[in-house]
């Protein structure tokens, strides 16, 4: 049996426009999308047209440092968004998967003083995650293939570092 979930990029257009729907069909109208950087950026971005929200905020935090492998936690990377601009805001959190939940913690905790309310959407959710997510795709216990980070990079760890 395979370890490990597959999504292909077909199939993440299928989910992406699936989960917009769920939030769609909930009712909740988001101010704006607060993407997790970086497996959530696509997610958050096929959200937005779909859901027909222009104001996208990014919130870059490093956890995974290969596959299931984890900082002992999240670190919130600058830039951080500006709390005063999500002020009474509905905003919907978006990142690919909620593993252990601890990024999404993090987020939540961030907007918990400032918005007026948060909710989540994630393609995958885990049952082992701290925070259940209003809005899933899909559930697994299984570690997951994205099509985005599936592959080797382009270029090698040594970025900037040409040969004599």
């Known amino acids: 049996m395979d370890e490990r979930e597959v999504l292909d990029w077909a199939r993440f257009g299928e989910a992406s426009r699936e989960l917009s ?15 997790i950087a970086r497996g959530g950026l696509l997610v958050a971005g096929a959200l937005s047209y779909a859901l027909a929200v222009k104001n996208l ?7 995974y440092t290969g596959v299931d492998e984890r900082l002992s936690m999240p670190v919130v990377l600058p830039p951080v968004p500006n709390a005063v601009n999500l002020t009474n805001a509905r905003v919907l959190v978006v ?6 939940g601890a ?43 994205f099509p985005w980070s599936n592959r080797p990079a382009v270029v090698g760890a040594a970025v900037g570092v040409r040969d004599a």
């Open 95 to 100: 990142d690919d998967v909620a593993d252990t």
């Open 57 to 63: 905020h990014v919130m870059n935090i490093e956890f």
């Open 21 to 35: 729907q769920m939030v769609a069909d909930d009712g909740f109208r988001p101010d704006i999308i607060l993407s």
């Open 103 to 145: 990024t999404l913690q993090v987020v939540h905790d961030f907007c918990a003083d400032h918005v007026a309310e948060a909710r989540c959407a994630v393609l995958y959710e885990k049952p082992r995650s701290l925070v259940k997510c209003e809005y899933v795709w899909h559930h697994t216990d299984r570690w997951i293939e």
